[in-house]
Nanobody
């Protein structure tokens, strides 16, 4: 499975961005992670195959929304009320089973990352 993430960019604090992750084929559970300079990769959000179950990190809950369109093999991350603390490279990941996961090492496939920069 190949994943391609895009949609990042530069935005002012308080603004919004929508990230997309296109998969080369159908996938099961998928997630978004991010890594800021000098920090470890951290979990952001995950979504089940059906889209009926979602997880969010506490730091983004209420501001970010994950969704998916299985007909397009694409997962989205709508990010609102962005702040400088959200600046990072965002990665999408796919699991080879239906279990939702929060740990990066439990995902099997990774996209190349897309940079999100939020200016204050």
């Amino acid at each position: 499975v190949q994943l391609q993430a895009f949609g990042g960019g530069l935005v002012q604090a308080g603004g919004s961005l929508r990230l997309s992750c296109a998969a080369s084929e159908g996938t099961y559970a998928m997630g978004w992670f991010r890594q800021a300079p000098g920090k470890e990769r951290e979990f952001v959000s995950a979504i089940s195959w059906s889209g009926g179950t979602t997880y969010y990190a506490d730091s983004v809950k209420g501001r970010f929304t994950i969704s998916r369109d299985n007909a397009k093999n694409t997962v989205y991350l709508q990010m609102n009320s962005l702040g400088p603390e959200d600046t990072a490279v965002y990665y999408c990941a796919a699991s080879s089973d239906y279990v939702l996961r929060r740990k990066s090492h439990e995902y099997d496939y990774w996209g190349q990352g897309t940079q999100v920069t939020v200016s204050s």
